[in-house]
């Protein structure tokens, strides 16, 4: 099995920034590409990005493009998030998973190894 955990969550006010981790433990994971989703209360869990295993790759939802960054560090097994200019509507449980057959892609269900998730709170 393979352990995904996120931090970095937190209150911000709107136009502000977070950075999110996601640290991945327990057996390896071939080649895996991870990507962040989140959801909001009574929402479905939208995608937001995704980056290949070598950092090669990415792909962002159009509601998050030029604010957003994914990137990776596979010393650290550890994928980022940096959030700028936040707005309310980033407010969510954000998540991250692994595909391991390494897609970029931001079909939820493609991905399958999640983590528990991290609330980011936006205040206007």
């Known amino acids: 099995q393979v352990q995904l955990v996120e931090s970095g969550g937190g209150l911000v006010q709107a136009g502000g920034s977070l950075r999110l981790s996601c640290t991945a433990s327990?057996?390896?994971?071939?080649?895996?590409?991870v990507g962040w989703f989140r959801q909001a209360p009574g929402k479905e869990r939208e995608f937001v990005a995704v980056?290949?295993?070598?950092?090669?790759?990415?792909y962002y939802a159009n509601s998050v493009k030029g604010r957003f960054t994914i990137s990776r560090d596979n010393a650290k097994n550890t994928v980022y998030l940096q959030m700028n200019s936040l707005k309310p509507e980033d407010t969510a449980v954000y998540y991250c998973?692994?595909?391991?057959?390494?897609?970029?892609?931001?079909?939820?269900?493609?991905?399958?190894?999640w983590g528990q998730g991290t609330q980011v709170t936006v205040s206007s």
């Open positions: 327990g057996r390896t994971v071939i080649a895996p590409s």
């Open positions: 980056i290949t295993y070598n950092g090669g790759s990415t």
């Open positions: 998973a692994a595909d391991s057959a390494g897609r970029l892609t931001p079909i939820r269900e493609t991905y399958n190894y």
